[in-house]
């Protein structure tokens, strides 16, 4: 299968602690633009770099994001560290540039190199592999959640994390730049306690609170050494959509 | 609940921000869905182009305030030969064997992602150059030099440590990374105090987990006659033992010393820090804060008594801008000036009694990183019997003496 037709997922730190970043402004506007990927920018905002609100590149793509672009084809996974090199090595490099007394640092280079990105490639069974070495998910409980975030996504939604407003989620119906979110997800079925309290914190924060979850929770509690293809069978493959249900506080009078 | 409060629950860093409205943030101009109308299609783009009109704005600092760092990806870290501006005050550190300022990734990423500073990649002529530095060498022509990308590729930098690093910095506060600043110290223990534990039989099931309250205290078969509600409550008081210390065996650690934003603040000497902060990323786990992780937490935090032993004192010179709070503080201040002696000291002996039970002691602050979600959390030791002897507590003391300032209700003595 040919590359050309993929944007570079750019993967830092692929031993430790793996990110993907993206630097590349035409990425982000495909992403946001064609296929509602919001990603979160984390990065000081040059022009105002003494606030938090509004931040710049680099693009943080959270994990389910990162899988759901390599399962459709739309990105590939990229070791940026020796990609970079790579290129280097055959003389690709981006020059600091001086325009108008100004000394300009560019956010990446855009030359892409087909044969480096394939030679580079990381495959998904790795990449997801090195995400989970320091965590405590079981194999059913990851698969479960981006199918979750897979059902929303292929709804239509545009999708943040939800840990802003107790949730696991926080979907938008449009573009959050322009239209407000009305409901925060929490994934898996819970007990009644806590379905009262993300009802109340969610209303409180002018949301509904959506619960979604699978009728059997067969719940497989190997922790995960390896990724192999059966997970990734697993988590690609589509079967039944999740149920879900959807919840508001209510009061008398 | 009127709009006006609603709005007060969500702080406004937690909404998504029209970039319509770069540079002066502001609520409520949002729509609830998309009606297909001509004018919310409009209007969006404009947002959006908004927005990527300031994701693409040039990355940039004038020729004249140009600041060079070179990547040394041996070392993982940046030399910088020529180090001026005003970023130097908390970041760098001497390195004698190049003899310039050597920065750790973090600092680096900083710097150049705000655009204050350009990178390059060192080589065996750079290298070279740094020894003697008799002439002067041409960075452009001689290294390749790293766009934003290639730095975050090459620096293997612990993402979650550097959003955290990166938000303090933006609101100005001075930080420095802690295994840098205990390296140098080299670090004095606190004596672990053996804490006198009552042994009586009543308290020995508790201690064992058995019986968390005592079936039969201890004044049970003891005749006493009390005459004042203040002896009855000070004779229930629990004994709390302090939270044994544990030394850190696993890599959870506290991460950064934060300073809030003094004009002649030191590298060298610098002051016991303001928060003591640790970075937690829960994405993918979330088996964080088990008792013996705050126990390690505990463990490593600095203490006044250690900063007294080490630290000349250095004069603290008031910020030039004002905070909000401090208008607030001096204005209360003032109508505080205008009571009597006596009725000025109760209330200040109220607020500060409120803030010991409040805000306990010891505290260090979580900052807590969800998918790229900033939380930040503060914990502190509890103190409500009073028995650690805090600033705070002294002074309750040097007001009321001899009062039982734990007691909230003490009786007038006639």
Known sequence: MTTTNKVILPVINIDNDPEVLIFDLEVIKYLRIGLNVLGVLTGTLSTFPQQNLFLSVPLKLIIWEVIWLTENNKGILVDAKSYRNDKLKIGSVSKSKTTNNMVIIPSTDNNRNEELITKNQIDIKTFITKYLQNSNYTISKFINNYKYYKHLQNSGYFINPGIKFGGDLVIYPGDPLRYHSYSTIKFNFCDIDEIIVGGRLATSVKKNMILIGYEDENENDKRIDEIDDDVINDLYRNDKEPLTFSIEWSGFG | ?414
Not at chain 2, 136 to 156: G, K, P, R, W
Not at chain 2, 193 to 201: G, I, T, V
């Open chain 2, 1 to 414: 609940m009127s709009q006006d409060e609603l709005n007060d629950l969500i702080d406004v860093e937690d909404e998504i921000q029209d970039w319509k409205n770069l540079g002066m943030p502001k609520r409520g101009t949002k729509e609830f869905e998309p009606d297909g109308t001509t004018f919310q299609l409009n209007s969006l783009e404009d947002s959006r182009n908004a927005m990527f009109n300031a994701l693409g704005a040039n990355r940039q600092h004038h020729i004249k305030n140009t600041l060079v760092g070179i990547w040394k990806d041996d070392s993982n870290s940046c030399l910088v030969p020529n180090a001026k501006g005003n970023y130097f005050k908390d970041v760098g550190k001497y390195n004698k064997l190049y003899n310039c300022i050597e920065l750790n990734p973090i600092e680096t990423i900083y710097l150049v992602e705000r655009g204050s500073m350009v990178i390059y990649l060192s080589d065996d002529e750079f290298m070279d150059w740094l020894k003697d530095r008799n002439m002067e060498f041409d960075y452009e022509t001689n290294l390749v030099a790293l766009d934003l990308e290639y730095l975050y590729a090459l620096s293997n930098v612990n993402f979650a440590k550097y959003q955290i690093y990166a938000y303090l910095k933006r609101l100005g506060y001075i930080i420095q990374e802690r295994e840098e600043i205990e390296q140098e110290q080299e670090q004095e223990q606190e004596q672990s105090e053996e804490h006198k534990q009552d042994k009586s039989f009543t308290i020995l099931p508790r201690v064992w987990g058995i019986l968390s309250y005592p079936v039969l205290h201890s004044l049970q078969f003891k005749k006493v006659h009390y005459f004042r509600y203040t002896d009855v409550y000070k004779s229930i008081q629990l004994n709390i033992p302090k939270i044994p210390k544990k030394e850190p065996s696993s890599p959870f650690h506290l991460t950064f010393n934060v300073w809030k934003p003094t004009p002649n603040f030191s590298k060298k000497s610098p002051p016991l820090p303001d928060f003591q902060v640790s970075v937690i990323d829960t994405s993918k786990n979330t088996d964080f804060l088990k008792f013996s992780q705050i126990q390690q937490l505990l463990f490593e935090k600095t203490t006044s008594l250690q900063y007294e032993l080490k630290v000349k004192e250095s004069i603290k010179k008031k910020p030039k801008m004002e905070s909000k709070k401090e208008v607030r503080a001096k204005k209360q201040a003032e109508r505080q000036s205008k009571l009597n002696e006596s009725t000025r000291l109760r209330n200040e002996y109220l607020k500060t009694r409120d803030e010991v039970i409040k805000n306990g002691h010891g505290n260090i602050v979580l900052a807590v990183i969800n998918n790229g979600i900033i939380n930040f959390i503060q914990l502190g030791i509890g103190n409500f019997n009073m028995s650690q002897k805090t600033e705070q507590v002294n002074r309750l003391e040097e007001i009321y003496p001899g009062r039982h300032h734990e007691l909230i209700y003490n009786e007038p003595v006639y």
